[in-house]
């Protein structure tokens, strides 16, 4: 497939133009003009750079690019990993926000989609998108069953802070650094916050809501939309697709 033609539809399909975001998303660094094979990273760090390489990829796309709100010198770390990419031709595309708002491949409602929970609403606006979702529990778990699933989805141990009720009810989803959510999910009825990263600063925000709050991990909450994005465009493009697993553990 051409570049250009995957790049439009990627931009397309997950709404670049329309998702305002910390820097510059979609294709940050040019590479090859033909791509049979994409490889998916949470990071564009050199460690996964070299292993899109080592996968024989034409292009890389991660959720965490290059390129932020500051404009850098390219030099340093940052211009070991562009030369990187454009000695290899690889071509580097980023979806940050969009990925975490996505209806279909997002963040969120695909964490909702694999723990069995009923996207109701959405929530947390970043930039301008509402990027979360909330979720009701129909099936009667608690929290130790519900906290034992986000283990299976994820492959990570999560940290839970058990200040709601043993019966969750109400139920919002942020991948990343959500919890600086917390009041507006507590605002809308929400009892138990499945987010990624964890903060001192909010234990007691947590506490004070009496909302049980489920950490499972920055790098782990962030895996499951590049891996619905890769099975999408397999099944729609035919294109072949691998996820590049380097857990930071954070």
């Not at 778990?141 to 906290?147: F, G, I, K, V």
Request: glycine share 10%.
């Amino acid at each position: 497939m051409q570049r250009n033609e995957l790049v439009r539809y990627l931009d397309t399909y997950l709404r670049i133009a329309e998702v305002p975001d910390y820097g510059p998303q979609g294709l940050q660094v040019e590479g090859a003009e033909e791509v049979t094979r994409v490889a998916f990273a949470v990071d564009s760090g050199l460690p996964c750079i070299d292993a899109a390489i080592r996968m024989g990829a034409q292009m890389l796309i991660v959720h965490h690019g290059l390129f932020w709100e500051k404009v850098e010198p390219i030099r340093g770390p940052l211009a070991r990993s562009v030369r990187r990419l454009i000695v290899a031709n690889l071509n580097l595309y980023s979806a940050h926000l969009a990925l975490d708002a996505h209806p279909e491949v997002g963040n969120n409602v695909e964490l909702a989609r694999l723990l069995g929970l009923t996207v109701d609403g959405w929530f947390a606006n970043a930039k301008g998108t509402d990027i979360g979702v909330t979720c009701t529990v129909e099936d009667g778990r608690d929290l130790a069953a519900l906290t034992a699933a986000v283990e299976a989805q994820l492959g990570a141990r999560p940290r839970v802070l058990a200040h709601g009720p043993a019966q969750p009810r109400r139920v919002a989803i942020v991948s990343g650094l959500g919890i600086r959510y917390a009041d507006e999910a507590a605002a809308l009825g929400v009892d138990t916050f499945i987010t990624g990263e964890t903060s001192h600063a909010h234990f007691y925000k947590a506490l004070d809501h009496r909302m049980n709050v489920i950490f499972a991990g920055h790098y782990a909450s962030e895996t499951v939309g590049l891996k619905a994005l890769g099975r999408h465009l397999n099944g729609r493009l035919g294109l072949e697709t691998l996820f590049i697993d380097l857990p930071t553990d954070m």
